[in-house]
């Protein structure tokens, strides 16, 4: 809605303070720099409205493909917010699915049949779809493709009148593998440099558990499955397939036990399998043993500090390389989004919001900023030690610089920094209850950590 009903003054703001990289006259970042932006390609539930049977039309998508005929005219709001992040330097562009196109499911329908492991999909038109998924990845030139989204759930109908809650499919790994080998082949076929990533796991314990509540219809273990030599799924030597593996972290950040405990467990399965680890997609859902609850908009520091500490086990006790939120921008009053839009306080995904409203940043977003604009690919994570309990500290670095940041839930910390050369400076950049990823040149040996902060030191050079 956003992005092809807003006024176009509020989508380049929108757009400023997702993807820019500048400073303004006081050294101010002027967005978070995003390095990857995520596009879902649709299945075509806007077409059928509500005989899509997915109630709420904001979670409807259009799709490309329609009696057998390419319209790149359709989802324009994505398309501009993609060329916006393509026009402001974004890294790399990723597209994914919640279903196949629905001219290919089973039930004509994007979402499922209710039953878990039951794929939504007409295996006779497994090369309709690998070349859908060719031609709209050479399209819009993604550097990655996503073919299957959490297919641990079961997205099928949430009442007895049989709607749904948004697209999607579930699908077990032997027939995940199945369909990445015809793709693999398609894309190999087209000369296509897209590369395809897998699984995007609804939960990360199914990427390395062997025995949960997925195992008997064969949706779990998936980075043994999948990239294990031995395994009859391995698809790990397939020419378009990424070393890597993908997973979301909802439901497993809380309490702080679980959230170490399962990443190191995941990270250690990783080393097995010497691949990388994506964390593909996460906002705050349920009630986290109780320390934070996902309803109710939050633009203040409680939830960005959650957040920032949810990131910080993720680089650092599961390894990931990649790190994605969900969402960019949301109207509905929940914690899901960096940027929140409201038609006169009028929250939700309603007609209020539908074409144009007030646009707001939160704390989140800048201390997601935090990481993002400062800790930039190509860079690797080393070892960094304190003394200091309270705080959650990681380092980068790359050929030029040092990045350093620092998490603080508590009140304020005085710490010490290391002895530097002539040629080299420190800058700070501070998001707390009244800085916005502000800049700060450092003077001296020692730092001030503001109570309730996220704070980035940069070591460079003159």
Request: with cysteine.
């Amino acid at each position: 809605m956003v992005g092809e009903n807003y006024p176009v003054e509020k989508r380049e703001k929108i757009a400023s303070l997702l993807f820019s990289k500048e400073l303004d006259q006081a050294g101010n970042p002027k967005g978070i720099g995003l390095s990857m932006w995520r596009f879902n390609i649709g299945a075509g539930s806007t077409e059928q409205g509500i005989d899509s049977k997915i109630t709420n039309e904001w979670r409807r998508a259009e799709c490309f493909l329609e009696n057998g005929k390419y319209n790149w005219n359709k989802q324009r709001g994505q398309q501009w917010f993609l060329e916006a992040a393509k026009r402001n330097g974004v890294d790399f562009t990723l597209g994914f699915l919640n279903s196949a196109p629905v001219s290919m499911t089973k039930n004509g329908l994007a979402i499922g049949s209710g039953k878990l492991g039951d794929w939504n999909f007409d295996k006779n038109k497994i090369d309709d779809f690998t070349g859908f998924l060719a031609e709209v990845s050479a399209k819009l030139k993604f550097d990655y493709i996503s073919p299957f989204n959490e297919p641990q759930w079961d997205w099928g109908p949430k009442s007895k009148s049989g709607f749904g809650s948004q697209e999607g499919t579930p699908i077990n790994n032997e027939d995940l593998a199945w369909a990445v080998r015809k793709l693999d082949t398609k894309m190999t076929e087209r000369k296509l440099s897209t590369k395809v990533v897998i699984s995007d796991a609804a939960q990360i314990d199914y990427l390395y558990k062997s025995k949960s509540n997925r195992s008997e219809v064969g949706q779990d273990n998936q980075i043994e499955s999948f990239f294990s030599e031995s395994s009859k799924n391995y698809v790990g030597n397939l020419n378009s397939v990424e070393k890597l593996i993908c997973g979301h972290s909802y439901f497993t950040t809380s309490p702080s036990s679980e959230l170490i405990g399962k990443r190191q467990e995941l990270s250690a399965k990783i080393q097995q399998q010497k691949i990388n680890y994506w964390q593909s997609e996460y906002c705050i859902l349920g009630d986290n043993a109780g320390e934070i609850e996902g309803g109710g908009q939050d633009l203040g520091m409680k939830t960005a500090l959650y957040v920032a500490k949810v990131i910080h086990a993720d680089l650092t006790y599961a390894n990931a390389s990649a790190w994605h939120w969900w969402l960019s921008v949301s109207a509905n009053d929940y914690k899901d989004g960096l940027i929140y839009v409201a038609n006169n306080g009028v929250k939700g995904e309603n007609d209020s919001n539908k074409f144009d409203a007030e646009v707001y940043d939160s704390k989140l977003l800048w201390a997601f900023g935090n990481f993002s604009r400062f800790v930039r690919p190509q860079m690797q994570r080393i070892k960094i030690e304190t003394d200091n309990k309270d705080l959650m500290v990681s380092a980068y670095k790359s050929a030029k610089e040092l990045v350093v940041v620092i998490v603080n839930p508590a009140q304020n910390q005085q710490i010490e920094l290391p002895s530097l050369t002539k040629n080299q400076i420190i800058n700070a950049y501070i998001t707390s209850k009244d800085k916005n990823l502000a800049y700060s040149k450092i003077k001296g040996t020692s730092i001030e950590i503001p109570a309730e902060s996220v704070v980035t030191l940069v070591v460079g050079f003159r």
